[in-house]
């Protein structure tokens, strides 16, 4: 199931004070009169309209009122064909609008629909209609629509009252739409939108450059942003109305100018040189479907919009108002590191709305489970190796706590599975491995155990670790999953159901009975994929694995019996990346097919699809207290789901390329993400903002990971490298008060050389994972790759 595009922006009506739009290219009969005095826009409006606007579309200025002109013969002819389509399709009151604004009695509507011609068989030769009559027809459209509704959106048509009858769909703005293609009346009236003369593209956007270079330089920053929307957006309507060598050269001249992380785009871009390539380009019809959100202070918005008043440069104009979000702020214009900092998404940065719900990121009480003593203990640790003891060393550093988070939801928020005895022994060997657990930090590194596959020549593509480090697991490019033991307990299979007859079901030993000795081997080999496995994660008791797969599945295997219980298909493409919750029960999945699900061991279909991304999900994590979950894309953004309704409550933008690792803190209030720019990024997820940026990897990081106590963040490169980071250092560092700047973006040191504590190289082994044991040992793997 291909994920749908967001949906468009809906289209307010609402009268403007601003007023000042550009002049269409056929003047009333009478001068219009001045506007109004400009008022800024509220705080956080959308300014996606025209010059001077706040998020609504401006009005165009009215005609005063005369004497009526009567129509050119071919613009009645082009107003007839329009009033009979909205006839045929019941639009009365859209027909009514215009027909009173074009001052035309409906018996000749009717007359003109009898007439055996039809209409257009007067105008240019060929029955189509000229070029010129048809804006001037919008211009009478767009009047009418300003007069009955205070203003809507160029191309929708406005009922009495003032509520948008219909909107152009985004992706087919611009062009002539045959209405045979497209019968939809929002269609029609678009094929006549006003373009503008190709040749004068490039005078346009070299006009806005120079406006935006010769500006302040506190300014310039922040106005520099429009450069590439405003690029793509005009490249793609030369093309969309095929003015080939135009679009040509106008991307030869000005591609350069371009940020350098989105070069990828840009290649993607150039290869569009047609009208039919673009039909079959998800990447660019969603960059024409979804608004292009760019964050500006107020002040330099306000000198946007005089410079567009002044020059009256319309299509920069209709490019704004169809394919921009401005989200207004007040304060100090941001510097050019932190516009840096958040931009780089295929569709701008997040706005801040995205970011205001409320997130319960603390932990989940646990249950009350008794910790017996046992000799080894004692005398191990002498009097100081109780559990008691040691346990409030831990809920300091925001581990799973026994006292109820402030910040926690609601224990009963969403069902999870019961504790069972196995759950509980496990629990309690857990806690008495963390009382002899390693306090990390700068002056106290952790040692690393690195796993290395050799001769993997199937192609190592993922690997997983049990919480409990008893085994490892790696998908692989030959469609197998396969599992080692890496302690000297090897794999065993539950013995066959005849032997299983024979056995006292109420003997103490009886787990060990059912197992059979005759199958025991370090190595398990898994087979059922039909393609390259990309992700692997086993279930937090041990006992059932998930891999998926090209395929287009999510397998679950059995680790009693090591054969394959359940394929899950819901995905219709490759699936990159399959995660347990922390509880088990749930798991989630993501994909080519730009969504992510989830889902239940015990339902075949997914109990919830995570729609929003606009590229491949890439990677995806549950919180740790199960209620959320993280997902990173292809589109350079990371987003987080409330598992409870499915609603997206966070977008993360910042990174340069897509990402590939996510990591919670233990504490459940932090997340970082790794990608191909090489860059770790930190973000709170209790106020939605970045907090941290790690810079050091020279590649692509593909893992993260926290040590138990969250005092170390770990990260794993394709540069062959582990870097340790400080992860205290960066939290405490944080000041309440930058959480509440206008701007929404904290001000980032210049260095994060200080917060790394190691780097660790390999010899030649691309890093693809990172584990914490229990007791803060750390464990990396990856394949050999000799050069």
């Not at 504790?419 to 509980?424: E, Q």
């Not at 009886?510 to 199958?519: A, G, N, Q, W």
């Not at 720019?677 to 590649?699: A, S």
């Not at 593909?702 to 939290?731: C, H, P, Q």
């Amino acid at each position: 199931m291909a994920a749908l595009p967001e949906e468009p922006a809906e289209v307010v009506v609402k009268p403007d004070p601003d007023g000042g739009v550009p002049p269409q290219p056929q003047p009333p009969p009478a001068p219009p009169p001045a506007a109004p005095p400009t008022t800024a826009p509220a705080e956080g409006e959308a300014a996606a309209g025209a010059p001077g606007s706040g998020g609504e579309a401006a009005p165009p200025k009215p005609a005063p009122p005369g004497p009526a002109a009567s129509p050119a013969p071919t613009d009645r002819q082009t107003l007839l064909a329009v009033l009979q389509f909205l006839r045929r399709n019941n639009l009365h009151e859209s027909e009514d609008i215009l027909r009173r604004e074009a001052r035309l009695l409906g018996e000749e509507v009717a007359a003109a629909a009898l007439s055996p011609a039809g209409p257009g068989a007067q105008g240019t030769p060929g029955g189509e209609t000229d070029a010129t009559g048809g804006e001037a027809l919008l211009s009478r459209v767009a009047a009418a629509s300003g007069a009955a509704g205070g203003g809507v959106a160029a191309g929708a048509s406005a009922a009495p009252g003032g509520a948008a009858v219909v909107a152009p769909p985004p992706g087919k703005v611009g062009g002539g739409v045959p209405v045979e293609d497209q019968p939809d009346v929002s269609a029609v009236l678009s094929a006549y939108k006003q373009q503008g003369d190709p040749a004068l593209y490039e005078e346009y956007y070299s006009g806005l450059k120079h406006f935006i270079e010769c500006a302040l330089d506190c300014h310039r920053a922040e106005l520099s942003q429009l450069f590439y929307p405003l690029f793509v957006h005009m490249y793609l309507e030369l093309v969309y109305n095929q003015h080939e060598n135009e679009a040509k050269s106008f991307f030869e001249k000005f591609h350069g100018d371009q940020e350098c992380y989105y070069q990828d785009d840009l290649r993607v871009l150039s290869s569009l040189t047609k009208k039919e390539h673009m039909k079959g380009n998800e990447t660019m019809l969603d960059f024409r479907t979804s608004k292009f959100v760019l964050r500006i202070s107020r002040d330099s918005y306000q000198l946007l919009k005089r410079h567009l008043q002044e020059k009256q440069n319309n299509q920069i104009w209709n490019i704004v108002q169809e394919h921009l979000y401005i989200d207004i702020f007040d304060g100090m214009p941001r510097s050019k590191q932190q516009i840096d900092a958040m931009v780089g998404s295929l569709a701008g940065e997040a706005k801040r709305e995205a970011n205001k719900a409320k997130v319960f990121f603390g932990l989940l009480k646990e249950p009350e489970i008794e910790v017996p003593l046992d000799d080894e203990d004692e005398e191990g640790e002498n009097e100081e190796g109780k559990p008691k003891k040691k346990k409030p060393k831990r809920e300091s550093m925001g581990s799973k706590s026994k006292k109820q988070d402030p910040n926690a939801p609601p224990q009963t928020r969403i069902p999870l599975p019961e504790l069972k005895d196995s759950d509980k022994l496990d629990k309690i060997m857990n806690m008495k491995e963390a009382t002899k657990r390693v306090r990390l930090g700068p002056e106290c590194l952790p040692s690393i155990c690195f796993y290395t596959f050799l001769n993997a020549y199937q192609g190592l593509t993922a690997v997983d670790v049990t919480d409990d480090s008893s085994m490892i697991v790696g998908g692989f490019a030959d469609s197998t999953v396969r599992v080692w033991s890496v302690t000297p307990k090897k794999l065993r299979s539950v013995k066959s159901a005849a032997d299983l007859s024979l056995i006292d079901k109420e003997s103490d030993d009886v787990l060990e009975r059912i197992m059979d000795e005759k199958t025991a081997s370090e190595l398990k080999i898994l087979y059922g994929h039909s393609g390259p496995v990309y992700g692997t994660s086993f279930s937090p008791d041990r006992n059932y694995l998930l891999s998926c797969s090209e395929d287009g599945t999510v397998r679950l295997w059995s680790l009693q019996t090591f054969t394959c219980l359940v394929g899950y298909k819901g995905h219709n493409y490759p699936v990159w990346d399959t995660q347990f919750s922390p509880y088990g029960y749930y798991f989630v999945s993501g994909g080519h097919d730009r969504v992510a699900r989830l889902w239940a061991t015990d339902h075949y279909q997914p109990l919830r699809i995570f729609a929003g991304h606009l590229a491949d999900v890439t990677c995806t994590r549950f919180h740790p207290n199960s209620n959320y979950i993280a997902t990173g894309s292809a589109d350079r953004t990371v987003r987080l789901w409330d598992v409870l309704n499915g609603n997206c409550v966070r977008i993360f933008t910042g990174h340069k390329g897509p990402i590939h690792s996510l990591a919670f803190s233990p504490n459940g209030r932090f997340l970082a993400t790794g990608a191909t720019d090489g860059r770790v990024l930190l973000w709170d997820i209790g106020h939605g903002l970045m907090v941290g940026e790690l810079k050091g990897h020279t590649d692509t990081v593909y893992a993260l990971r926290f040590s138990r106590d969250g005092e170390i963040l770990a990260s794993g490169s394709m540069d062959n490298t582990v870097r340790l980071w400080d992860a205290v250092k960066v939290f405490e560092d944080l000041e309440t008060d930058d959480f509440t700047t206008a701007t929404g973006h904290i001000n980032l040191p210049e260095n994060s050389q200080d917060l790394l504590l190691g780097t660790y190289m390999t010899k030649s082994t691309p890093v693809i994972h990172l584990h914490f044991t229990r007791r803060n040992l750390l464990l990396a793997s990856g394949a050999y790759s000799p050069q």
